[in-house]
Nanobody, 125 residues
Framework: QVQLVESGGGLVQAGGSLRLSCAAS????????MAWFRQGPGKEREFVAG????????NYEDSVKGRFTISRDNALSTVNLQMNSLKPEDTAVYYC??????????????????WGQGTQVTVSS
């Protein structure tokens, strides 16, 4: 069993930055691929970024490439999402997710076994 707790959301002006963190507890964290998803108002939940168990491989949704960076610290059991040059369309609830029994990330939310409660990010224009 893995418990995930996100933090770091808030209100920011367009062009600003936020750093989201996800603290994991439970099974061996370094074996779990992790990802961030988001769900904007009236939208489906979508993949934002993923990272392999070792942290060696990452993947991003096209609209956040070059602006967002996913990273992890297995010693601290945390995964982070640094978000720069934020846009109003980045407004969403952001969720941390973990895969059980796999070190490889996936862009498909059905591949993830554990989810955090979500943290709200609001970008004003």
């Amino acid at each position: 069993q893995v418990q995930l707790v996100e933090s770091g959301g808030g209100l920011v002006q367009a062009g600003g930055s936020l750093r989201l963190s996800c603290a994991a507890s439970g099974r061996t964290f370094s074996r779990s691929a992790m990802a961030w998803f988001r769900q904007g108002p009236g939208k489906e939940r979508e993949f934002v970024a993923g990272i392999s168990g070792s942290g060696s491989f990452t993947n991003y949704e096209d609209s956040v490439k070059g602006r967002f960076t996913i990273s992890r610290d297995n010693a601290l059991s945390t995964v982070n999402l640094q978000m720069n040059s934020l846009k109003p369309e980045d407004t969403a609830v952001y969720y941390c997710a973990a895969r059980d029994s796999s070190t490889y990330y996936s862009r498909t939310q059905g591949s993830y076994d554990y989810w955090g409660q979500g943290t709200q990010v609001t970008v004003s224009s």
